[in-house]
């Protein structure tokens, strides 16, 4: 299978990417820590997933897109929308069931969608949203408009059915469209050499001739460059292509989870060697392109923007119970 050159490549980052990306990684992490402290207090229902660990993979793919270019994801999703330049606000406004949330307050974590940000969910069912995912690039290669749809899903969903028939038509009709796995390796709790017979999932879509690699997915520049690659590869009407990002989540499946089937010593292990925020606050320090100063002076201002959507999230009014029967799908 005919792939681009460069897979075991990173970006070169000047000063202000390694900057926007130290930021816009930073964001989606002290965003999440407060989510869970909102949980942990009572304030958001339901099921929570968090994407501490795991920022670089959507901060690297987001740099490597132009304005138009769809994203579509599953659950774990608050990072995504921040990565798309979604309001932290709303979003976290959406948790808490309000009505300033980017569902109105009825979607919850799982459920938000931003139309103007070209981020269509935010899916609860395990692999639902694959062929969505399909179902956008479809739709760019029917109106020629050279747009490209990142569509995210996990090593659990990988397994899903629904997954490789969305291969099969996306091959078959060559649609524009990106398959990320984050395979951060447990799924909901069960570690891939336990539920995947085969583990390097970037090769799942062979027996449909769609080229695939595995990517650092701890390393915002990895992600970044092969990004610009395969985007450029699949906007040129090459077809579909599978990046397997190879990434880690710190917490839980859930809120819900203990995470009792991991060690703490594992855990601490990725967080002290493959931290994608530290990777990139080492540079900038080490390297000399910023100061002590300035690294407080941007996390005391992601700080501000988090307590800002944090206290929006608790004052915001609840949903008035009209809104029961508005966006409800009516048969003729």
């Known amino acids: 299978m005919a792939r681009p050159n460069g897979s075991d490549k990173v970006a070169e980052f000047s000063r202000d990417q390694e900057l926007q990306a130290y930021r816009d990684m930073l964001l989606i992490r002290r965003f999440e820590e407060r989510a869970g402290q909102l949980y942990g207090m009572g304030l958001i229902g339901g099921f929570c997933h968090l994407y501490i660990g795991q920022e670089a993979v959507v901060v690297g793919m987001q740099m490597a897109i132009r304005d138009g270019d769809q994203v579509i994801t599953t659950y774990r999703d608050h990072g995504h929308m921040l990565a798309c330049g979604m309001d932290p606000k709303g979003v976290m406004a959406e948790l808490t069931g309000r009505r300033g949330g980017y569902s109105r307050g009825k979607g919850g974590s799982m459920h938000m969608f931003s139309k103007e940000k070209a981020f269509y969910g935010g899916h609860g069912i395990v692999g639902a949203n694959v062929p969505l995912g399909a179902g956008l690039a479809f739709a760019n290669r029917y109106r020629g408009d050279g747009k490209v749809a990142l569509t995210y899903f996990g090593d659990g969903a990988a397994n899903q059915g629904q997954v490789y028939e969305t291969f099969n038509m996306a091959k078959l009709w060559k649609l524009p469209v990106i398959f990320i796995i984050e395979n951060n390796k447990y799924a909901m709790g069960t570690s891939i050499e336990r539920s995947a017979a085969t583990t390097d999932f970037s090769q799942r879509g062979r027996s449909f001739d769609i080229p695939g690699e595995q990517v650092d997915g701890m390393d915002v520049r990895a992600v970044k ?34 995470a009792k089937y991991r060690t703490r010593e594992e855990v601490q292990k990725m967080r002290e060697e493959h931290d994608p925020i530290e990777q990139v606050r080492r540079r900038l320090l080490e390297g000399k392109l910023v100061s002590e100063d300035d690294m407080k002076a941007v996390d005391a201002d992601i700080r501000a923007i988090v307590t800002a959507a944090a206290e929006f999230a608790q004052n915001d009014p609840e949903p008035d119970e009209s809104e029961l029967w508005t966006d409800v799908l009516i048969p003729a």
Not at 227 to 255: A, C, F, Q
């Open 225 to 258: 460059a092969a990004g610009d690659r395969v985007v450029k590869w699949v906007r040129d009407g090459n077809g579909p292509y599978i990046l397997e990002m190879l990434t880690y989540r710190y917490r839980g499946h859930s809120m819900s989870d203990p």
